[in-house]
């Protein structure tokens, strides 16, 4: 079954407004996470990485007033598109590693946002 | 350079037949672990298999397989015995450096679009 859950899989949204994305790890505690976004027929990209209790790690390029990342507990860290445009609609996807060895990156179901 | 470096876009395979998607890698570090990863047209990146850098075993995981030649920094996935399910994208990934507590950086490569046919 799925380590890591994602919601809302879907949301529309009109501009201007914000959405908010949870993504959960449901077993096991994660100190880090990740946030991909995902455009079409193309690869993920690193937005983000999310580490509990402190400030998240944007990637070159990603507006980090426009991306919150907030990971507020060991299993739970939120993405929110503040004042969203059509641009931003995509799919947005999280991640978290389990385990020490080799520290694999289970995923959410990912969350396709698009923007009126 | 691009990291990784996946040159089919799309591949067609015969279901029961076996399939190698191809996955290169570039790093200076000694230290990696190499990822496949499934994605189907619903859109979850399902993990498929992992080689670690210093494992002198291919790994293998039910189906696939993992050719893992360092010198040619190649890891390319075998999958075997094709089932129509099979058909989604796949995605190579590497984490490059020492395995950390909290987690590590992926990079992606650019995805092969597999289709098996009957």
């Known amino acids: 079954g799925a380590v890591v859950s994602q919601h809302p899989s879907w949301v529309i949204c009109k501009s201007g407004t914000s959405v908010k994305i949870e993504c959960r790890s449901l077993?096991?505690?994660?100190?880090?996470m990740f946030w991909y976004r995902q455009f079409p027929k193309q690869s993920l990209m690193l937005m983000a990485t999310?580490?509990?209790?402190?400030?998240?790690?944007?990637e070159q390029g990603v507006e980090k007033d426009k991306f919150l990342i907030n990971h507020a507990s060991l299993t739970l860290s939120t993405l929110t598109v503040t004042s969203a445009h059509p641009e931003d609609s995509s799919f947005y996807i999280c991640?978290?590693?389990?385990?020490?060895?080799?520290?694999?990156?289970?995923f959410g179901a990912g969350t396709r946002l698009s923007v009126l | 350079a691009q990291k990784i470096t996946q040159t089919q876009p799309g591949m067609f395979v015969q279901e029961k037949e076996a399939v190698t998607l191809d996955c290169t890698y570039d790093?200076?570090?000694?230290?990696?672990?190499l990822f496949w990863y499934k994605q189907p047209s619903s859109g979850e990146m399902i993990f498929l298999i992992y080689?670690?850098?210093?494992?002198?075993q291919n790994a293998t995981e039910g189906r696939y397989s993992l050719n893992f030649q360092k010198a040619r920094k190649s890891a390319n996935l075998v999958i075997s015995a094709s089932q129509l399910g099979d058909s989604a994208m796949y995605f190579c990934?590497?984490?490059?450096?020492?395995?950390?507590?909290?987690?590590?950086?992926?990079?992606f490569g650019t995805g092969t679009q597999l289709k098996v046919e009957l």
């Open positions: 077993d096991f505690q994660a100190t880090t």
């Open positions: 999310s580490n509990e209790g402190s400030k998240a790690t944007y």
């Open positions: 991640s978290a590693s389990r385990g020490l060895t080799k520290n694999i990156q289970y």
């Open positions: 080689q670690g850098s210093y494992d002198e």
């Open positions: 790093t200076s570090d000694q230290s990696y672990g």
């Open positions: 990934a590497m984490r490059e450096g020492r395995v950390t507590g909290g987690g590590n950086k992926l990079t």
